[in-house]
């Protein structure tokens, strides 16, 4: 399929003069183009790079009332050896793209039309990549159903889209985290596992709570015993047991995390013992208590890997306050990222010249 390119002269010279300010910060500013793609008649056709604009939407637009609307979360990042931008993990993130859709049952999108997308609109985003270290060109692909009409059926026509903004480094504030014991996130057989948009409207009420005892965070537990831990509302989990790294298995109602499997893979590689286990939030805040666990991480692409300083059960705090596997695997995954990793990792990125 051949891409169009369809933004306006100014947003040409925009793209080619724009100047990063000091204070990037988190996706305050867009990129002046996105890529746009259509899903009709069932093929996907109309592959565009055009002016980051509104879309045009019907109030009957199927996803906006049905919530078939999933997306990914990915970054470039600045190779000042090569001058050059790296993505990372994409091919992951696409692969996920496309689970997410065939549970929501929606088109599959191609290798070659997201990577022709993905990569044109990173290579025209010179001018709004940032090159200090831990700072990246986020990039989110969104899909939903465009079709019109109330009829609850069969939906027939997507819109694919990707947007992009630079984002700075994470502030690395350590994570006061709430364990939620009310709500739950995710059930077996649900749609806990694709990343959908409806996954992170459901946490928006459990936020507020976490955010009325003083956590920036929700810890959930798992549907069925409401035991186990599972994640946060937009990270994965990782504890620290005596020397050993332990994060829950994926079972279905997780998310499948690239940061997660990313630190699976990099502790391997340092020799850091590493398991994917059920930790119950009972061995949990025993082992705080008992001084055999050092550290608690999140992990996600937006934050990278972020310490977490306390866990508040409702009743009890349960504080942490050393972070020494968390910087050391957060510092591995960065010169990864920028593509400055070792060679047994080359895979995980994809050099994109300007
Ligand atoms: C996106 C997401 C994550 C993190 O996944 P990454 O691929 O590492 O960014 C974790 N949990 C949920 C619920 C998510 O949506």
Redesign the pocket.
């Given at each position: 399929m051949s891409l169009r390119f369809t933004f306006k002269p100014e947003t040409e010279q925009q793209l080619t003069t724009f100047e990063l300010p000091d204070e990037i910060g988190f996706c305050k500013y867009t990129v002046p183009i996105m890529a746009v793609a259509h899903y009709r008649d069932g093929i996907w056709q109309d592959a565009q790079i055009t002016d980051f604009a509104p879309l045009q939407i019907s109030p009957d637009c199927l996803g906006l009332h049905y919530g078939q609307v999933i997306f990914e979360?990915m970054k470039a990042f600045y190779d000042s050896a090569d001058h050059c931008a790296v993505c990372f993990r994409w091919q992951q993130?696409w692969a996920?793209l496309n689970e997410s859709a065939k549970r929501l049952a929606m088109p599959e999108v191609p290798q070659p039309l997201f990577q022709q997308l993905l990569f044109t609109l990173v290579a025209k985003s010179q001018s709004y990549l940032p090159t200090g270290v831990g700072d990246a060109l986020y990039l989110r692909p969104l899909m939903f159903a465009s079709g019109n009409g109330l009829g609850f059926g069969k939906n027939d026509s997507f819109t694919l889209i990707i947007i992009a903004a630079p984002t700075a480094q994470y502030f690395n504030a350590p994570l006061n985290v709430y364990v939620e014991r009310e709500y739950r996130r995710a059930c077996e057989g649900g749609v806990?596992g694709a990343?959908m948009a409806g996954?992170?409207g459901a946490t928006y009420l459990a936020s507020q709570k976490a955010q009325q005892h003083g956590c920036q965070q929700t810890l959930w537990l798992d549907a069925k015993e409401g035991r186990y831990i599972e994640?946060?509302?937009?990270?994965?989990f990782f504890a620290v047991f005596d020397n050993e790294i332990v994060t829950p298995r994926l079972t279905g109602t997780?998310?499948p995390?690239?940061?997660?499997d990313s630190v699976i893979e990099i502790a391997k590689k340092l020799d850091i013992q590493i398991c994917e286990r059920a930790v119950s939030i009972e061995e949990l805040t025993e082992q705080i208590q008992s001084g055999n666990c050092q550290e608690v991480f999140a992990?996600?692409?937006?934050a990278t890997l972020i310490p977490v300083a306390s866990l508040n059960d409702g009743s009890s705090v349960y504080e942490l306050g050393e972070w020494k596997f968390t910087q050391k695997l957060k510092d591995a995954l960065q010169t990864i990222q920028h593509g400055q990793g070792d060679k047994h990792f080359d895979s995980w990125i994809t050099r994109i010249q300007f």
């Open positions: 979360g993130h996920r806990g990343k996954n992170y994640e946060f509302s937009a990270m994965n997780i998310l995390g690239v940061t997660r992990c996600g692409t937006g």
